[in-house]
């Protein structure tokens, strides 16, 4: 199930991949209801494991609606690297979609990796957060749409947009407001704070206990461990079976900035960057926050439930 629309898309690799995978068992669509008609078919059919290509937004909606068609007796799912950040798609290993059907239909070696996802409400998904990553998302959906038709249209997209909407508009933004604060309660198992290489440290936290409450810039929940372009904000998300990693961070607007390269490599630590093992967690905030679900903005919450899905998820990577 391919995202006709999705960045890396062209006529040549639509030829290649049903080349690959047989005209009749490739689905390429145009919208949501679309996808949700072609995933209807996969599982009517039976087929063990669907491979869904496009972003991580097209990835984690194809989740959820196989998860909706068929219960607990969903596929696994492949991901074909045809999105801007590809979180999914880098964590697994999937390199080009040719080439990663290519070595699933040999029957060469793969690996699958059983993960229950993050809920909140009905939704699953691999990572998602509250402040200011899902600002940046917002914003760089406004310059992208800013942009769009000009000469500077390419500056818009990728990580060039998101350097100019993050550097130009969030962070002028939050420079100049009130900041946050977030109260986060245990609503789950006894939950632990997570040390130095991903150990637990200190005692239980038991249900209906404050993890966290004070200054925040941004918060989040994965099982896991990379976001887009593979930046692993996440590093201990794959650490704790039957719990995810939450990270609340309140650093300063520029100590958010400076941090950015521990971020990307994993190795953030600092007195005011907060880590957990929990399975079920709920956070109050004292002013609307931006929310992203899988990198795809999600509105703006006050208030949300972190919890973990009963069921894993198989993905199927590249050994």
């Known amino acids: 199930?391919?995202?006709?629309?999705?960045?890396?898309?062209?006529?040549?690799?639509?030829?290649?991949?049903?080349?690959?995978?047989?005209?009749?068992?490739?689905?390429f669509t145009e919208s949501k209801d679309h996808a949700e008609e072609a995933l209807r078919a996969c599982v009517e059919r039976?087929?063990?494991?669907?491979?869904?290509?496009?972003?991580?937004?097209?990835?984690?909606?194809a989740i959820n609606t196989l998860a909706t068609l068929s219960g607990p007796k969903m596929p696994n799912v492949?991901?074909?690297?045809?999105?801007?950040?590809?979180?999914?798609?880098?964590?697994?290993?999937?390199?080009?979609?040719?080439?990663?059907?290519?070595?699933?239909?040999?029957?060469?070696t793969h690996q699958a990796v059983m993960v229950r996802m993050v809920t909140t409400g009905k939704a699953l998904t691999p990572f998602l957060g509250l402040g200011h990553d899902a600002a940046?998302?917002?914003d760089y959906y406004r310059v992208k749409r800013a942009l769009a038709g000009t000469a500077?249209?390419?500056?818009?997209?990728?990580?060039?947009?998101?350097f100019i909407?993050?550097?130009?508009?969030?962070?002028?933004?939050?420079?100049?407001?009130?900041?946050?604060?977030?109260?986060?309660?245990?609503?789950?198992?006894?939950?632990?704070?997570?040390?130095?290489?991903?150990?637990?440290?200190?005692?239980?936290?038991?249900?209906?206990?404050v993890l966290y409450r004070g200054p925040i810039a941004t918060v989040g929940a994965a099982t896991t461990p990379q976001l887009g372009y593979g930046v692993r904000f996440f590093p201990h998300a794959l650490r704790r079976p039957g719990r995810f990693h939450l990270r609340a961070v309140a650093l300063?607007?520029?100590?958010?900035?400076?941090?950015?390269?521990?971020?990307?490599r994993g190795t953030l630590h600092h007195p005011d960057v907060h880590d957990f093992y929990a399975d079920r967690v709920r956070l109050i905030?004292?002013?609307?926050?931006?929310?992203?679900?899988?990198?795809?903005?999600?509105?703006?919450?006050?208030?949300?439930?972190?919890g973990l899905s009963e069921n894993p998820v198989t993905f199927v990577g590249q050994a």
């Open 252 to 264: 300063s607007p520029l100590g958010c900035v400076r941090a950015m390269p521990d971020a990307w």
């Open 136 to 138: 940046v998302l917002n």
């Open 152 to 162: 500077l249209a390419p500056l818009g997209h990728g990580l060039a947009g998101y």
């Open 285 to 306: 905030f004292s002013q609307p926050m931006a929310f992203q679900v899988a990198g795809d903005p999600a509105g703006f919450r006050d208030e949300v439930t972190f």
């Open 78 to 108: 492949g991901v074909l690297r045809l999105g801007t950040g590809n979180a999914l798609a880098r964590w697994l290993g999937s390199g080009n979609p040719v080439e990663t059907l290519a070595r699933y239909q040999r029957g060469e």
């Open 46 to 61: 039976e087929y063990p494991t669907v491979f869904a290509g496009g972003g991580d937004g097209t990835i984690v909606d």
């Open 165 to 209: 909407a993050g550097l130009g508009i969030t962070l002028p933004n939050f420079l100049t407001r009130k900041d946050a604060e977030v109260t986060i309660i245990n609503m789950g198992g006894p939950a632990r704070r997570i040390g130095l290489g991903g150990d637990e440290v200190g005692p239980e936290i038991p249900t209906g206990e």
């Open 1 to 27: 199930m391919l995202n006709a629309n999705a960045g890396s898309m062209t006529p040549r690799l639509a030829r290649a991949i049903r080349g690959v995978a047989g005209a009749e068992h490739v689905f």
